[in-house]
């Protein structure tokens, strides 16, 4: 499969090397290509701006890219990966191993504290995750161990704002969590099961936006730390219900 390297508004990057690369892209941006004459993807951009460092990738046919993370397409935030297969590699190993941080920013509806989520996760449908909560291992389902911690660091007209840590990450890990404990993420078309009435909503789609990623360097072994500022979106969201800012809680 060819890629189309081209630029890509609403793709930055945020940091890069000889063996890594940090994007952050908006929301509504694919992640990934599915087919060669895909344009507008976050690998797209990857193409054009990393095109010489990319060359083994490249050669051994990987159309991601080495990205190592996916964001669907109504989340924002941060991905990242590496420009050649030993890094690649390692990276992988770190991330299965659950040694790197992955942060995310979520509206979700009503009020909770802090606390784990920690039940697996199944295919349910070609679109959905089901989360599986029944203590007996099923054969039916091919379950998918998965933690979703999270905490609360802002709260407003029964709306909170979550900071939500995972480590491995499984599709749709954090907004599948948060449904089934009956706190949706404002704005999810596939997972939402609240809505309020005369509600006014600042993006097409889930509120969830990967802001912060921590991680060992697979060469040197120095410890990196990467933000992405709050997107616009949910800037506006929130000044609407009087909230001009709130503490990360992460630096």
Not at 26 to 39: F, H, M, T
Not at 50 to 67: A, C, N, Q
Not at 151 to 163: A, M, P, Q, T, W
Request: aromatic share 12%; with cysteine; net charge positive.
């Amino acid at each position: 499969m060819q890629i189309i390297p081209e630029i890509v508004s609403g793709v930055k990057e945020i940091y890069s090397d000889e063996s890594i690369y940090i994007v952050a892209k908006e929301a509504q941006i694919p992640s990934v290509i599915n087919k060669s004459s895909d344009k507008g993807t976050v690998v797209n951009f990857i193409a054009w701006k990393y095109s010489e460092k990319l060359k083994e990738l490249f050669d051994r046919g990987i159309t991601d890219l080495g990205l190592l993370n996916r964001l669907d397409n109504f989340t924002s935030g941060l991905m990242f990966g590496a420009f050649n297969i030993e890094c690649l590699e390692k990276l992988r190993t770190t991330m299965l191993d659950g040694n790197i941080q992955k942060y995310y920013l979520a509206i979700v509806y009503g009020c909770l504290e802090k606390g784990i989520i920690s039940y697996p996760l199944y295919k349910k449908t070609s679109k959905k995750m089901g989360v599986w909560a029944n203590k007996r291992q099923t054969e039916a389902y091919k379950l998918i161990n998965a933690e979703t911690y999270y905490e609360n660091i802002c709260y407003f007209d029964d709306y909170s704002v979550l900071k939500v840590r995972i480590h491995k990450g499984a599709r749709h890990q954090i907004r599948a969590h948060l449904d089934y404990i009956k706190h949706s993420i404002v704005g999810d078309p596939l997972y939402k099961k609240i809505f309020k009435e005369n509600e006014v909503l600042t993006r097409k789609g889930q509120m969830l936006h990967a802001f912060g990623l921590d991680f060992k360097h697979p060469v040197t072994n120095k410890p990196l730390s990467f933000i992405a500022d709050c997107p616009s979106d949910f800037s506006e969201f929130l000044l609407m219900h009087g909230v001009k800012k709130f503490n990360y809680g992460h630096t």
